[in-house]
């Protein structure tokens, strides 16, 4: 069994990959100067797909957005 120690920092802070991710980018994004700050806040907006399964098939995908909170 693997020790606390050697865990990534977000994981022992109670966050997912994804979370850590989305809230480094956003940080680098805030960074940014005028113009390429806007630009990069229209690509911000994320779609992906997550399908449920049961019995070894796939169920209905359902679209979700992750949208950041301001």
């Not at 050697?6 to 991710?21: E, K, L, Q, V």
């Not at 994320?46 to 979700?64: C, E, F, L």
Request: hydrophobic letters at 30%; glycine letters at 2%; proline letters at 7%.
């Amino acid at each position: 069994m693997a020790s606390n120690a050697a865990a990534p920092f977000w994981r022992s802070a109670g966050m997912t990959y994804i979370t850590y991710s989305n809230l480094c980018a956003n940080l680098v994004r805030n960074c940014l100067k005028e113009p390429y700050k806007s630009e990069a806040l229209t690509r911000e907006k994320v779609h992906y797909t997550i399908s449920k399964w049961a019995d070894g098939k796939p169920q209905k995908p359902t679209i979700r957005s992750d949208t950041p909170e301001d």
